[in-house]
């Protein structure tokens, strides 16, 4: 029997005790469970690629501004629930320094990370006019959102971008629309799990569809200015930031500090709602809310029952982060350009051992060497190649928990995988290569 890297029988024990109907099919969280009982017990570690979470220090701006508001005495003290005068007005900045779009401080609100910031847009959204409470996912997507839509008892639909880039997306997205019960699209630019960026011409497509059929954009910018085809670093230059915001005045951003900032642990994002959204009025909004107004509902409705607030001095933390950033002072962009150097040599260790790219193109250029990037293997579904992967050391997710209708994919991460273990992963995948093309197979040998 072929000795795989990880010690067959201990995986699959590992799998079992687990009890998943499907190791592929495992939520992210599951996975990444499985994956370190299976280290505690062999003593030996993965080249993990399962979790989207980052791996670079926080900015040490960050943390001495933080630092100092503790030291002035606000961790006694609750903060504004809908954020510090000093951060609002440094996240309006921003957004108008590297996106070139105008939202009023007033407008602009700090959340527990972007994923409670994307829960309440949901919630919130979903609520604001009779008829229209279904979300609408331009796929592959963050899995979790489609478990908050769950949560809050809702409606959605889907659909995979990938047949449907381009012009060719109108008439696609206008298909779902037009039924007229849809009260809100969300997508992530770029793209989780895809690394997908939409085009200009895309976003166009999306504010004029979402104008003309009364629909709001959740635009989960998770990964800010992470395309590195283009340096969007330089505030108040061109170019700037892709955004519906250009095409349409329904929308909300979502912006999360974890990846951009390297903010992760702290749990602080950026939702800024536009100045014509958030003065505009709802008939179902007083079913669940004490105003009919979008924004006062959106904050003194939805925030207040979520949360009272993000850590008073978190919140000071980011403002004099953004601050710097704004003042041309701190180049945020340029230390998570590591991402993007340790992509270009994980995927050519892939592709040089039989993987392919799954998601390869945005419209006629090659995607952005990124965060993330998606695989497939001769032969193999993504559920059964995330499985396989797990006896040769290496996690990742399989893209049918992300909405793609490419079910031979699977997703992988950058973030926990450092150079000094570029040797290990080659090594891995030399052995992944040579064992399956003389027929071997772990999932049949470890059953």
Known sequence: MIQTPMDGKIVRQKINEMKVKSVGLASIRELNRIVSNIEAATGQKFIRMEMG????????????????????GV?????????????????????????????????CLPTVGAMQGCFLAIMVTSRFKKGKEKILFIDPGFPVNKRQVRVLGLQSDRFDIYN???????????????????????????????????????????????????????????YFGMDFRKDYSQPGQPPFVPTVARYTENYILIISSSKSFSLAGQRIGMTAISNTLFNSTGDNLLNYFDSNQFGRAYIFGGMYTLSSGVSHSNQFGLAGLLKAVNDGKFNFLEPVKEYARRAKVMKKLFLDNGFKLVYDKDEDRPIADGFYFTLSYPGFTGEELVEELLFYGISAISLA?????????????????????????????KQFKKDHENGFRALKEYR
């Open 53 to 72: 979470s980052p791996g670079l220090d926080p900015p040490q701006i960050a943390v001495q501004a933080e630092i100092d508001a503790l030291k002035k």
């Open 75 to 107: 961790g006694s003290k609750y903060p504004p629930f809908d954020g510090i005068p000093e951060l609002k007005t440094e996240i309006s900045r921003f957004i108008k320094l590297f996106m070139d779009i105008e939202i009023k401080p007033e407008y």
């Open 164 to 222: 449907h880039r381009g012009l060719k997306l109108r008439e696609k997205l206008e298909s779902y629309l037009k039924n007229g019960d849809f009260a809100s699209i969300m997508y992530s630019n770029p793209n989780n799990p895809a690394w997908i960026v939409f085009t200009e011409t895309e976003l166009k497509i999306i504010g004029e569809l979402a104008t003309a059929y009364d629909v709001i954009v959740l635009e989960d910018l998770a």
């Open 401 to 429: 928990i992300t909405g793609s209708d490419r079910l031979e994919g699977i997703r992988a991460c950058v973030s926990w995988t450092d150079s000094s273990q570029f040797p290990i992963l080659e090594q891995r995948l």
